[in-house]
């Protein structure tokens, strides 16, 4: 018997909780107002499953070596790289940017963020942004192709530098050849 009392009075103090929660929200409306549902919060993508697909897709692009392209746009305190990274029969793409902010000057330390991943197939795509719980895998992953995008256009800088010198001492020799031949006439 006195359990039952227990029971009927932890239901009652219970109730009354949930009611006194429901008043207290509500204490600042007007008489004349109505109350609508809120409106349901936007679905964090991150949690059905793109984990998953992000590292399928991130395995793939590494064993079968797709193709990439970068543009690069260079601002004085920032940069812009817009990535496209396509699988090698073209059913799947990915669309990057990752803009680097750059402190004392250009070279200070740089830091990079991403601003949205997708990965599209057909007419469906897959985004990821700024705010994602994966943009530090993500940055990483596209990293390396900004690394490799560099040293590539390092090298061919450097291999147009040496034409350069190549064809100026071309002709410095010649020069020089004929000065000489000048000077035994």
């Known amino acids: ?26 204490k600042d409306i007007k008489k004349e107002s109505i109350i609508l549902e809120p409106i349901p919060k936007k679905p964090y993508l991150d949690d059905i499953e793109n984990e998953i697909l992000l590292n399928e897709v991130i395995t793939s692009c590494r064993d079968e070596n797709w193709e990439c392209k970068i543009d690069e746009t260079i601002t004085p305190l920032n940069c812009l790289y817009k990535i496209d990274i396509k699988s090698n029969d073209g059913l799947i793409e990915i669309k990057a940017s990752i803009r680097t902010y750059s402190t004392n000057g250009p070279n200070g330390i740089i830091t990079p963020r991403l601003t949205t991943l997708r990965i599209c197939s057909n007419e469906n795509s ?3 942004d700024s705010d994602s719980k994966f943009k530090n895998h993500i940055l990483i992953f596209l990293w390396d192709y ?16 040496k034409k350069n010198i190549e064809a100026i001492r071309k002709n410095l020799i010649s020069l020089n050849r004929n000065k000489i031949l000048d000077q035994i006439l």
Do not use: C
């Open 1 to 26: 018997m006195i359990v039952i009392i227990l029971l009927l009075l932890a239901s009652q103090l219970y109730l009354y909780y949930i009611y006194y929660d429901k008043i207290k929200k509500y």
């Open 126 to 128: 897959v985004l990821f």
């Open 146 to 161: 900004i690394i490799k995008y560099k040293l590539n256009q390092n090298s061919e800088i450097i291999e147009k530098h």
